[in-house]
């Protein structure tokens, strides 16, 4: 009888909606650093976040920034940060933007060290150029498609994050990286490194926030309200700015709230794009 009443109990918790069960929600940031620093950033802000909304949050991350992404579209996680489902086909998937990081605009670069012989991207012809991972938008897609429109051919390294693709920079392996450049400005402040920036996009917006479908609007209100007014809070605001502190950015970032209107430069992308990287 007991055996029983304890299956049944099990059988009633696994029935629940998730939001009502003890693990709550995965959040899934992408890996813009390495795992121990991407952590370290946003482990205190959901931390604040599960504690002020109500709704408990728990990190997930992957160990490359396409396998994080590969937990979203497996939908093994409710809540990102991301711009890696902005194509046609993954709009199609019913992720809702409901805020985004308030930070400068940021860009596409493709970066050599300040020293190096290399002054344009015609020189890196058939030189090896390093990446953070094959579904970095801004990161990749952006300064690669870039180099493949005007035909300098490259070989391609995929560093697993922003930090491994200019480690790779630094220690010879390769001869530039393409990247984001609040990442690149937030590794040249950590490392005390200086860069030449020979390739530049035109300015986006920070990453999203984004929530699935199947997310009851109840809990995305509210955890969209606590990453919203964090920073109007002294507590939240304090933990921002140790955050950003971390990771080097330059000003301490805080998140708002936002419809995905911001993020038609990253849909009409995709309708250029060459085929490999849609």
């Not at 596409?108 to 060290?113: D, L, R, S, T």
């Not at 390769?174 to 490194?193: D, P």
Request: net charge positive.
């Amino acid at each position: 009888m007991m055996f029983r009443l304890i299956a049944c109990l099990a059988t009633f918790l696994f029935c629940l909606p998730l939001s009502a069960q003890e693990v709550g929600y995965r959040f899934s940031p992408v890996n813009q650093y390495d795992i121990n620093l991407t952590a370290a950033y946003w482990n205190p802000i959901i931390q604040y976040v599960s504690e002020t909304s109500g709704v408990k949050l728990s990190l997930k991350i992957g160990r490359t920034s396409a396998d994080t992404t590969a937990y979203v579209l497996a939908q093994e996680v409710e809540f990102i940060f991301s711009n890696h489902l902005f194509s046609p086909e993954r709009e199609q998937l019913g992720w809702k933007v409901f805020g985004r990081r308030q930070m400068p605009p940021v860009h596409g670069q493709i970066v050599v060290p300040e020293d190096s012989p290399i002054t344009d991207i015609a020189q890196l012809k058939d030189q090896e150029v390093a990446f953070p991972g094959p579904e970095a938008l801004i990161a990749y897609k952006f300064p690669y498609a870039h180099l493949l429109s005007k035909g300098v051919d490259v070989k391609v390294v995929f560093g697993g994050n922003q930090n491994g693709a200019l480690a790779q920079l630094f220690s010879g392996k390769v001869k530039a990286v393409g990247g984001n450049s609040q990442l690149i400005e937030g590794y040249a402040k950590r490392e005390s490194k200086k860069f030449r920036v020979l390739w530049s996009s035109e300015p986006v917006y920070d990453l999203a926030l984004m929530a699935a479908s199947k997310v009851p609007e109840k809990d995305l209100k509210a955890v969209a309200n606590a990453f919203a007014n964090m920073h109007k809070d002294p507590k939240g605001k304090d933990i921002l700015h140790q955050a950003s502190l971390k990771v080097g950015l330059t000003s301490d970032a805080y998140f708002i709230l936002s419809n995905g209107s911001e993020y038609s430069t990253y849909r009409k992308f995709y309708q250029t794009a060459p085929a490999s990287l849609r």
